[in-house]
């Protein structure tokens, strides 16, 4: 009745933003991420036939009451493909700063479609697992997979299932998160990414820009040509940023360090280091770089004021449960 799994984070190279189901939590734009090493959640859940309600601690303390509704919603559907009524409790922990637009959504709700599905007896493939956990988060779905994932876009009535492009050992890059604010974000990638759609007047042209963007992605990947891997991963994350910011109201994530990191990263292009920036729903700045110049982008990146913390990282591994000692 008891179940502890991992799952670690995802930077999306090309952006997931809309859905066709907003219920059924259904992508309106494929995406391709990559899983990464060093950011993880580690989930425990105990179904507990004493308890009435669920309970859910984030990072050791009572989550507030949209995420426990949230995750209540989540649960319920365990039970229901578990078919178990009872109540659980839940703990969860990430490695790194919560909901400030490092992919804690993906790697928690992945983390919890493994740990509670085990816990509550009915373990599934990765693949179903990831089905599961689409609903609880569109990126969810990507970070059950390690490596190279790509999340199809889909309806409806033909809900997409999630495919490993590549597994984690395919291509040693590396990965430098620039935390330039770790406070929370100040509107969820789910309600800001509701707001572009209808309010945006450049979403449609969006949508339709991504089927180029995946399929030249995952050519790129398939040849490892890392500059094209990069330039497309940064015009779709500025393409994605430009969309929030001409939607009304307008959206802006960024800080002036997001700002700082991204000149110095066009600086250390022109100066020759292979070195591209994406954004997600937050003002962090993720490098993406070789692994053989790592060392030169994070001193270049740890040196700016606006930079509060820096994670190394890489291609990270699929979600797995944690045997029991
Ligand atoms: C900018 O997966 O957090 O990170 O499906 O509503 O939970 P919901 O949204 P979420 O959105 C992620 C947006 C993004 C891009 C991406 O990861 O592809």
Not at 52 to 79: M, S, T
Not at 146 to 174: S, Y
Not at 175 to 201: C, G, H, N, W, Y
Request: charged letters at 20%; a positive charge; proline letters at 5%.
């Amino acid at each position: 009745m008891e179940s502890t799994a991992i799952a670690n984070a995802n930077i999306a190279l090309i952006k997931y933003w809309g859905k066709t189901d907003r219920e059924a939590n259904i992508p309106a734009v494929g995406s391709v991420s990559l899983t990464l090493s060093h950011l993880w959640t580690r989930t425990t859940v105990a179904f507990r036939p004493a308890l009435k309600n669920d309970r859910l601690f984030l990072n050791g303390r009572p989550a507030g009451q949209q995420n426990l509704d949230r995750v209540v919603r989540f649960i319920d559907e365990v039970r229901l493909r578990c078919q178990t009524g009872h109540r659980c409790e839940i703990n969860s922990i990430n490695s790194f700063p919560t909901a400030a637009g490092l992919a804690s959504s993906a790697s928690g709700y992945a983390a919890l479609a493994m740990a509670a599905t085990h816990a509550a007896g009915c373990p599934l493939s990765l693949e179903e697992t990831s089905s599961l956990a689409r609903l609880g988060s569109g990126s969810a779905a990507r970070s059950v997979f390690g490596g190279f994932v790509e999340l199809p876009a889909g309806e409806t009535a033909r809900p997409p299932v999630a495919v490993q492009i590549a597994d984690e050992n395919f291509w040693p890059l590396a990965v430098l998160v620039a935390v330039t604010d770790d406070a929370p974000k100040f509107i969820s990638s789910r309600a800001a990414m509701e707001v572009t759609q209808r309010k945006s007047p450049f979403y449609d042209a969006w949508a339709k820009a991504s089927v180029n963007d995946l399929e030249n992605m995952r050519s790129a990947l398939q040849r490892r040509d890392f500059e094209v891997v990069g330039a497309l991963a940064e015009h779709s994350a500025l393409k994605l940023h430009g969309l929030m910011m001409s939607s009304r109201p307008g959206l802006l994530y960024w800080n002036a360090g997001t700002m700082a990191v991204i000149q110095e990263i066009l600086k250390m292009r022109k100066d020759g280091l292979a070195v591209y920036f994406t954004i997600d729903a937050g003002p962090q700045v993720k490098a993406l770089c070789r692994r053989e110049e790592q060392a030169a982008v994070a001193d270049r990146l740890l040196a700016l004021p606006g930079v509060r913390n820096l994670i190394l990282a890489g291609p990270g591994p699929s979600a797995r449960v944690e045997e029991q000692s």
